[in-house]
Each structure stands twice: as structure tokens, then as C-alpha cells.
């Protein structure tokens, strides 16, 4: 099992990578930097190849729809590059607000881009011919009759470090998850549950798996958690509350969040409906008072050095090979020494 860790939206990160050093020092295996409508991702992951040595570096994630699928391929073949091959490529389709509100672009079809997007960049790095391709929704080189006619099948100038990069797709909705588990290296699923996850996932992963690449090898499965170790550590579990809320209660409109789905799947149907009301009126401390005190515990690695290996136990039984972890401490010594901790305890599980 991978030990890794989730990079901030905003602020401190030249700060965040000095640390990240120490972290990678300490047996860190691999950092996911996302990108909302914050900072890119890719100018901070090629700071962060830059300034690492032995750690992978993987998109959490880039969406599907700002980037051309080639310039996708072509920035994870640049990200691979100046990290000597240590670049794992996470996808998701993100969401309409950011996609149509902030990018401008119709959030349409979000499952068969995915598909031709991964298809068309796999294309690339084997660079095997000029790249020509013929989707629902993405032909290449463009037809005559939608440009000028001049269009040309290229292939990529530069020789990518590897003919197949990792992709990772992110993903919660039934049909989502089973385009991951068919064609992805890894799935990336948030606010992961493991005894409720096969109830939530397990169809939709069985009929994924069932079409998938034998060449693929096994679906990797990266969630992310946070950690406290020690007798006295519960009341950490509530720094996770607003977060919460903000995504079952403020991440997308009435009727059109995933995430307040996911939390209704998970049985919390009346939890779910009164964090969004209350987070959409403005309530965003009622709304974080309103999250299940179970989804925070059973999700989290925070508690007495037992139930965190029991609960590291429990993710491997339901299937993850990644922890992403957030670890919470008063300093970054602390923080070091947690990340060294969650390595053995993992190793003894």
C-alpha cells in the first residue's frame, strides 16, 4: 500500500514543497496536486519533479474538458519527462459550475470524452503513427469541412520517457466508476467508506473490470484520508466538518451535486438534504455541524494507534492500494513523524 499526499488549492506552496522534501525523505510515495479554478496544476508538478528525487508526482486531477486531448498527452508526456518517469496522469470531468462557469465550455458528455480523451493519449505517447482519430466527439486531424481544410496527422516531435503513463480517473457516479475500472490504472473515489463501498461501487466496478485490458494489470485504487495517532486525537475528526459540508452542501446546484448523491448512496439521505439547504442559505457552520459524525470517523485514519490499523485493515479489504493522506499535527516535525508512523503500520497490517 502507497502512503501519499494531497497538495492545497491555494497559498504557501513554494512553502508546502520545502516540506514536501522532508516528507519524501521520511518514505512519502507520492503527492497528488489538484486543479480546480486555482493555480494550474502542471507548472507546480514540474516544480515539484524539480525539487524530488525519488517521489511520484500525479494530476488530483485535471479535468477533461480545458485541454485539448493531444495538449493533455502532450503536457503528461512533458510532466513525465522532466520527472524521469515518475508522472501519473489523474482525469476527471470536474463539474458544470467550473466547466461552463469558469472555463466557458458546455459540460457535455462527460463519459465518452473521458473515454476518447485517455484513448487519444495513449495514442500519443506509443507514437506509433501520425495521430488520426475518428470519435463521437473528437476527429483527428480535424474534417475540411469544420476549418480550412489543412489540417495534418503529426505525431508528437519528442520521444515520451514511456509509451504508457499511468491514468487515474476520478469518479463516484455508477457509470464513471465502471469506465474507470475498465480502462484506467487507478480509480481515485472521494469521501471513501470501506464497508459501505461495495454496496455504493461494487456493481458498477464487477462490469468494469469484466471489459478490462488483461495488459492493464489490476485497477490501483488511491483515497484519500486523513491521519492523527494517539488516545486524544478525536476532536481532530471535526477539522474535517466544513470541508464536508462544502461539498455535500455547496458543490454544485439543488439536484445537480454529486457528492450529495454520494452521501444519500452512503444511507445519510436527511443528512444530505439538510446540509444542502442549509449551506445554500448561507448556514455554512450549521451545514458542517449537520455531517455524520460517522462518515467523519470511518473515513478518516484518526484515533488510538489500534483503530488506525484497524482501520488501514479495512481499507485494504476493500480494495485500496493508496492512502492519500492529510496529516494532522501541531508542527511539521509532527507531521514527519506520522507520515514515518502510517509507513510501518501499514508494512504490519
Known amino acids: 500500500m502507497r502512503i501519499g499526499m494531497p497538495l492545497g488549492y491555494a497559498g504557501g506552496f513554494k512553502e508546502a514543497v520545502t516540506e514536501l522534501i522532508d516528507f519524501e525523505k521520511a518514505g512519502l510515495d507520492i503527492v497528488y496536486v489538484p486543479e480546480a479554478y486555482s493555480f494550474d496544476a502542471v507548472s507546480q ?9 525519488r517521489l511520484q508526482i500525479a494530476s488530483g486531477i485535471l479535468n477533461i474538458y480545458s485541454r485539448t486531448p493531444a495538449l493533455m498527452a502532450m503536457t503528461a508526456a512533458g510532466v513525465d519527462y522532466v520527472s ?4 501519473t496522469l489523474g482525469l476527471g470531468a470536474s463539474g458544470p459550475q467550473v466547466i461552463e462557469g469558469f472555463h466557458g465550455l458546455p459540460y457535455h458528455a462527460p463519459l465518452g470524452r473521458t473515454r476518447e480523451v485517455i484513448e487519444i493519449c495513449r495514442q500519443v505517447w506509443k507514437r506509433e503513427a501520425p495521430l488520426s482519430y475518428e470519435g463521437k466527439y473528437y476527429t483527428l486531424p480535424l474534417p475540411a469541412e469544420q476549418g480550412t481544410g489543412l489540417g495534418k496527422a503529426l505525431k508528437i516531435i519528442n520521444h515520451p520517457v514511456r509509451p504508457s503513463i499511468p491514468v487515474e480517473i476520478a469518479a463516484i457516479g455508477e457509470k464513471n466508476v465502471e469506465l474507470a475500472a475498465e480502462i484506467a490504472d487507478g480509480w481515485q473515489p472521494i469521501f471513501f ?5 461495495n454496496d455504493v461501487w461494487g456493481d458498477s466496478l464487477a462490469r468494469g473490470k469484466a471489459k478490462r485490458d488483461a495488459s492493464l494489470g489490476d485497477l490501483g485504487v488511491a483515497v484519500a484520508t486523513s491521519l492523527a495517532i494517539g488516545d486524544d486525537v478525536e476532536g481532530f475528526l471535526d477539522f474535517g466538518r466544513p470541508m464536508l459540508a462544502l461539498y455535500i452542501g455547496g458543490m454544485g446546484a439543488k439536484g445537480k451535486n454529486f457528492y450529495n448523491s454520494l452521501c444519500r448512496r452512503y444511507g445519510w439521505e436527511k443528512e444530505a438534504e439538510e446540509i444542502q439547504e442549509l449551506y445554500l442559505s448561507g448556514k ?3 451545514a458542517a455541524e449537520k455531517v455524520p459524525a460517522e462518515l467523519l470517523k470511518n473515513m478518516s485514519l484518526i484515533g488510538p494507534e489500534s483503530w ?3 482501520r488501514i485493515a479495512a481499507f485494504k479489504e476493500a480494495g485500496v492500494t493508496t492512502l492519500n493522506i492529510t496529516p494532522v499535527a501541531a508542527d511539521h516535525k509532527g507531521k514527519l513523524a506520522l507520515i514515518e508512523r502510517i509507513k510501518t503500520l501499514t508494512e504490519e497490517v
Open 45 to 53: 508538478l514540474g516544480y515539484i519533479a524539480a525539487k524530488t528525487e
Open 193 to 197: 467508506l470501506p464497508e459501505k463501498a
Open 84 to 87: 524521469d518517469g515518475r508522472f
Open 308 to 310: 488506525v490499523k484497524e
Open 284 to 286: 455554512k457552520a450549521e
